[in-house]
């Protein structure tokens, strides 16, 4: 079974600096993929970045990316330069290699709060 | 546009009411999902589909039924017997393939109990 974990339950970060947002997962499937997402107030749910457990190099996206230390079993993602914008909920999720077509298991998420 | 069209935006229950939420998607993607959402918690998988006309139950099933007569339609029906259905409900859809490919969501919809 696939599990992820997500310890901090809130965090704050001023304007304009970066912030991590820590995930931690667990499976037995060989080959798997990392996804983040962002929920706004809203509701709505933003894909953000994609890792997959056999890519040599760290995902970026813009100002998103994602520290992937796989020993570790730890997917962070990295937002810099943070905006007001980003003050939103953030889930890590995943997904087994091959299984295009199964659900994609979520984290509990971190609220995260950008400060003027 | 492609996307995910979830409908209503905002749904009330009466006390034994069955309620249909409505979920459709014009990506051609295989899968869809179903998750409902608690106030600050993740999201919970009721139940999914990988192909017409076939369904698997999630972790949160109970209370709650589903069908997938048509590619693009995966409507979820929350029956009397969900006795706190007062949650956020999300439906997704993804491509078959690898396991790059994202779940895509609707904007979901709010359900209370009058």
């Known amino acids: 079974a696939q599990k992820i974990t997500q310890t901090q339950p809130g965090m704050f970060v001023q304007e304009k600096e970066a912030v991590t947002l820590d995930c931690t997962y667990d499976?037995?499937?060989?080959?798997?993929?990392l996804f983040w997402y962002k929920q706004p107030s809203s509701g709505e749910m933003i894909f953000l970045i994609y890792q997959g457990s056999y890519d040599q190099q760290n995902a970026t996206e813009g100002r998103y990316s994602l520290n992937f230390q796989k020993a570790r079993k730890s997917a962070n993602l990295v937002i810099s330069a943070s905006q007001l914008g980003d003050s939103a909920m953030y889930f890590c999720?995943?997904?087994?290699w091959g299984s295009g077509n199964t659900p994609l298991v979520f984290g509990k998420g971190t609220r995260l709060s950008v400060i003027a | 546009d492609g996307g995910i069209t979830q409908s209503p935006k905002y749904l009330f229950r009466k006390e034994g009411q069955n309620v249909t939420l409505s979920c459709e998607q014009n990506?051609?993607?295989?899968?869809m999902y179903w998750y409902r959402q608690d106030p600050g918690q993740g999201l919970r998988l009721i139940y999914y589909?990988?192909?017409?006309?076939?369904?698997q139950k999630g972790d949160i099933a109970e209370g709650y039924s589903v069908s997938r007569e048509k590619k693009e339609s995966f409507p979820l029906t929350v029956t009397s017997a969900q006795k706190n259905p007062t949650a956020f409900y999300l439906c997704?859809?993804?491509?078959?393939?690898?396991?790059?490919?994202?779940?895509?969501f609707g904007d979901g919809t709010r359900l209370s109990i009058l």
């Open positions: 499976t037995s499937d060989p080959s798997y993929g």
């Open positions: 990506l051609n993607h295989d899968a």
């Open positions: 589909s990988q192909i017409v006309n076939d369904f």
């Open positions: 999720a995943m997904g087994a």
């Open positions: 997704a859809s993804r491509a078959r393939g690898w396991s790059n490919q994202p779940q895509h």
